[in-house]
């Protein structure tokens, strides 16, 4: 068992994530309220917030630095990418059909 002392940092990567799926939310709710500029630049960040968050996420996997905080991040990390959410979504919508 990793016992952290003080100088040790706990990894924060879940966080990347849940700021990635914020981002990915404000996106939407600018392509609802028809602001096309500021969508596609909150998409655009939310793409890099969770491409970092799974990267993090997979460093942290790796190398044993937080395998619980490591495993929750490569999983909001890729829920919280626009294009892997946009397939979610489509797939769950041919359910419904």
Known sequence: ??????????????????????????????????????????????????????LAGLFALVTGRGRIPGFIAVVVGAVANPWVLTQLLQWAAGLVE
């Not at 914020?22 to 096309?36: G, Q, T």
Request: no cysteine; proline share 4%.
């Open 1 to 54: 068992m990793v016992e952290y002392g003080a100088d040790d940092r706990t990894p924060r990567t879940p966080a990347l994530g849940a700021g990635a799926v914020l981002i990915a939310v404000m996106a939407v709710a600018a392509l609802v309220a028809a602001i096309v500029e500021r969508s596609a630049l909150f998409t655009w960040i939310a793409l890099a917030a969770s491409a970092a968050a799974l």
